[in-house]
Every structure is written in structure tokens, then in C-alpha cells.
């Protein structure tokens, strides 16, 4: 059965750093890419970034690029988000993803339970 | 980024009611399009990708379609557990990806 298990989030004052963890289990970890996801309470879904299985690809939403920074450690089935330089606006539950693709079919398979991270001073 | 609008953001309907959300993309995605199912305090739930493919494990009263950029999740027969919000997603350009901005469903 695939895992897929968040840590890392608190209460952060504005400016300040976090870094989320996301243990993987249930299936080989370095064969798939992986995403976070966010939602900012009582909103819709936000894609905040990629990585690709081998980490040679890595892609983020206009509105974190430059601040958060995505990795993996796939001997530890580890995926991670380094957020610096919060803001107010980056409050949210955020979900480990990871995706599942056949040919260039992709979608978003199986979702950690999330991890919430509150920026307020 | 490419924008999906979904409608309605909200409808009350009936258990036993057919429900009908639609996800218009304003560029073609070809058939680049899933829906998810999210239940208060849980993580969103895959239920179709590609259009019409129904992940393993949604029940068939799940289907979509599509007609040029208009996407249609149809829910025949709602049950009490279908009462959730739903969102589709856009993965033609993935990554990024987009999502709607979520369809509640609630109990008339």
C-alpha cells in the first residue's frame, strides 16, 4: 500500500523558514516524480512545485520560485520542500503528491494526509 | 498557466439526484484532465484522469466526457458519501499544473 506521510509544518513568523518532510512507503520511490500541493484554508488546490524521479528536473509556482526549493533523497524515500522567506499568504496545508504517468497520461495518484503550516506573526 | 473554470462553485442536490460539474479550460488540453474528490479534513482523492478513465476502486456512477475545452464530471445516482467538494485538474502543460476553483456539493 503506498504511503505517503508529511511532517515538518508549525507556526512560523512572517519571514521566517520551515522545512517540510515527506516519507514515502509501499512503492519503489525513485521511479516516480512527486509534487507538493497546498491549500490555503477554505481555498482550492495550488501546485507549489516538481521533482522528477532522479531529481534532474525541478519546476515551482511563479509565487514561490525563488524562496522554497524542492529535494529527495530516494536511499532515504524522502521528499522534501525548504521554505524560506515566508509569507502570510504561504499558509497552508501542504501535500505531499505523487504522480503516476502511462505514455504522457500523467495525474496525481496518491496524496499524503498533509501538513499544516501557519504564517502569522 | 492555463485557467480552468469550473461550474457551479456550489449545488445542493438529492441523494439518488444525476450531478453534473463542468470544468472549461481556456486553451485546448487535449484530454489532459482529472477530477478529485475532497472530503472536509481529508487529502483530494482521484476519481477520473484522462477524461473518462475511472481510477481503480470509483464506483461507475463516476463518469466523464468532454467537448472541445468543456470537461463534464457526471455523478449518476449521488450517494451520501458523494456529498464532498470536487476540483478538476489541467496536466497538459505539467508541469505546471492548474486546478478549478472547486465544485461543493451539498445535501438539498
Known amino acids: 500500500e503506498v504511503q505517503l506521510v508529511e511532517s515538518g509544518g508549525g507556526l512560523v513568523q512572517p519571514g521566517g523558514s520551515l522545512r517540510l518532510s515527506c516519507a514515502a512507503s509501499g512503492f519503489t520511490f525513485s521511479s516516480f516524480s512527486m509534487n507538493w500541493v497546498r491549500q490555503a484554508p477554505g481555498k482550492g488546490l495550488q501546485w507549489v512545485s516538481y521533482i522528477s524521479g532522479r531529481s534532474t528536473s525541478k519546476y515551482y509556482a511563479d509565487s514561490v520560485e525563488g524562496r522554497f526549493t524542492i529535494s529527495r533523497d530516494n536511499a532515504m524515500n524522502s521528499l522534501y520542500l525548504q521554505m524560506n522567506s515566508l509569507r502570510d499568504e504561504d499558509t497552508a496545508v501542504y501535500y505531499c503528491?505523487?504522480?503516476?504517468?502511462?505514455?504522457?497520461?500523467?495525474?496525481?495518484?496518491?496524496w499524503g494526509q498533509g501538513t499544516l503550516v501557519t504564517v502569522s506573526s | 498557466d492555463i485557467q480552468l473554470t469550473q461550474s457551479p462553485s456550489f449545488l445542493a442536490a438529492s441523494v439518488g439526484d444525476r450531478v453534473t460539474i463542468t470544468c472549461r479550460a481556456r486553451q485546448d488540453i487535449s484530454s489532459y484532465l482529472a477530477w478529485y474528490q475532497q472530503k472536509p479534513g481529508k487529502a483530494p482523492k482521484l476519481l477520473i484522469y484522462s477524461t473518462s478513465s475511472l481510477q481503480s476502486g470509483v464506483p461507475s456512477r463516476f463518469s466523464g466526457t468532454k467537448s472541445g475545452t468543456e470537461f463534464t464530471l457526471t455523478i449518476n445516482g449521488l450517494q451520501p458519501e458523494d456529498f464532498a467538494t470536487y476540483y478538476c485538474?489541467?496536466?497538459?502543460?505539467?508541469?505546471?499544473?492548474?486546478f478549478g476553483g472547486g465544485t461543493k456539493v451539498e445535501i438539498k
Open positions: 485538474q489541467q496536466l497538459s502543460s505539467y508541469p505546471p499544473v492548474t
Open positions: 503528491v505523487r504522480d503516476w504517468c502511462s505514455d504522457t497520461n500523467c495525474r496525481f495518484d496518491s
